[in-house]
């Protein structure tokens, strides 16, 4: 079987689980807990279409998970499943952004690329904070200003209550010489970003946006 899994929908898959250790832990009620559970499958499943009979296999075992130990068991035989980001050299990175001087790499030893849906690293010497995500099945480089602030707060990415910082990018406008400067609120730590990613959609939107 090919991995089928994005990164956000393992990630979204992991908190139906939590839903479902949590009712066993809370709920004393044999009803109660099959209707917890059965509505915990039926939103993974509905994540995807057209599964074959193995993929359904694989996912079904949601309804017999009790505690931490059965969730943990589950999820690690899902991540074979996981489909990993493309693959990112320092090359690519620097073609991504041709016209960086000084382009601070991200560290790409030792990632696991199931982990994430878009690669962001900071540049706190520079304020600056880079990202690089599939768009249209094409890579694309996002950079902006990066201004970290003291207070958590809601990332327009993850939607998570983290450590978040102003991101803003300039954007060409409609005539030649006008740029539009935009700006997000976005979690400072991008892999704590990626590990909330329980959609695409606002990453998307992000994207769409900015670039
Ligand atoms: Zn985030």
Request: hydrophobic share 35%; glycine share 6%.
């Amino acid at each position: 079987m090919e991995p089928f899994i994005r990164n956000d929908q393992y990630n979204f898959i992991k908190a139906q689980i939590q839903t479902v250790i949590n009712g066993h832990a809370t709920v004393n009620g044999e009803d109660v807990l099959s209707a917890i559970k059965s509505i915990a499958e039926e939103r993974v499943f509905t994540l995807f279409t057209d599964m074959s009979e193995e993929q359904k296999q694989l996912l079904h075992p949601i309804s017999q998970i009790e505690d931490k130990a059965d969730g943990e068991a589950f999820l690690a035989q899902l991540k074979p499943y996981v489909i990993p980001f493309k693959e990112v050299t320092e090359k690519t990175i620097k073609k991504l952004f041709p016209k960086v001087k000084k382009l601070k790499l991200p560290a790409l030893e030792n990632l696991d690329r199931r982990d994430f849906s878009y690669l962001g690293w900071n540049d706190y010497g520079a304020n600056k904070k880079y990202i690089v995500t599939e768009h249209n099945q094409k890579l694309i480089g996002l950079q902006g200003t990066f201004k970290r602030v003291h207070d958590k707060g809601v990332c327009a990415l993850c939607h998570g209550i983290e450590e978040v910082g102003m991101f803003m990018c300039e954007k060409k406008g409609s005539s030649q010489d006008a740029f539009i400067k935009r700006g997000n609120y976005i979690c400072q730590d991008s892999q704590k970003c990626n590990e909330n990613l329980t959609t695409l959609d606002r990453l998307t939107d992000f994207v769409e946006r900015l670039s």
